[in-house]
Nanobody, 124 residues
Framework: QVQLVESGGGLVQAGGSLRLSCAAS????????MGWFRQAPGKDREFVAA????????YYADSVKGRFTISRANAKNTVSLQMNSLKPEDTAVYYC?????????????????WGQGTQVTVSS
């Protein structure tokens, strides 16, 4: 059974940093793409960042480029999202996702498995 468990969310002031982690289990993810999405109240779920597990190729939403960094740790089967220079508009529930047949990397329906989400709140 595939499980994705996020951790690391919390409350931070604008300009601060947080590091989210996603622990993946239940299968080998070497052929998967791993993504981070977020959803703010009243808004659609939006793409944040993604990484191809096998190659390390990364892709970011324009809104987080230069501030967020996605990475994976093969030995620990974890994917992390380092978030720097946080802004109030980054406030959302952040979800980790895994997809086998990901093409664009940015569409939520390309991902097969999802975590339960972790809340990130950035105060101004």
């Amino acid at each position: 059974q595939v499980q994705l468990v996020e951790s690391g969310g919390g409350l931070v002031q604008a300009g601060g940093s947080l590091r989210l982690s996603c622990a993946a289990s239940g299968r080998t993810f070497s052929s998967y793409a791993m993504g981070w999405f977020r959803q703010a109240p009243g808004k659609d779920r939006e793409f944040v960042a993604a990484i191809i597990w096998s190659t390390g190729y990364t892709y970011y939403a324009d809104s987080v480029k230069g501030r967020f960094t996605i990475s994976r740790a093969n030995a620990k089967n974890t994917v992390s999202l380092q978030m720097n220079s946080l802004k109030p508009e980054d406030t959302a529930v952040y979800y980790c996702a895994a997809g086998r047949a990901v093409v664009t990397m940015t569409k939520f329906y390309e991902y097969d498995y999802w975590g339960q989400g972790t809340q990130v709140t950035v105060s101004s």
